[in-house]
């Protein structure tokens, strides 16, 4: 069997190296919209946000979240943070 697969030339730098950055922003950029990733992202947030009150020491005034990927930023949302970091944003 072989594998191949295409490269999109909007995703290489002037040097001809593959641009990571932009390709990640461009996907979740896309998925931000998805109906169905939105539902299941919400759904984990919301699934998750008890346990971590639970067990982590969270203060909403000062526990700072870092968010990757995060697109509509659910789970700053459900933990209720004031502040949060999203490094690809």
């Known amino acids: 069997m072989s594998h191949h697969h295409h490269h999109d030339p909007h995703h290489h730098s002037s040097e001809g190296k593959h641009d990571y950055a932009k390709a990640n922003a461009e996907h979740f950029d896309k998925e931000s919209k998805n109906q169905e990733m ?42 209720h943070s004031s502040r949060s970091s999203g490094p690809d944003s």
Do not use: R
């Not at 946000?49 to 949302?77: C, R, S």
């Open 38 to 79: 939105i539902k299941a992202g919400t759904e984990l947030a919301q699934l998750s946000a008890p346990y971590i009150l639970k067990h982590y020491n969270f203060n909403k005034e000062t526990t700072e979240v870092l968010d990757f990927a995060a697109g509509w930023g659910m789970p700053v949302q459900v933990l």
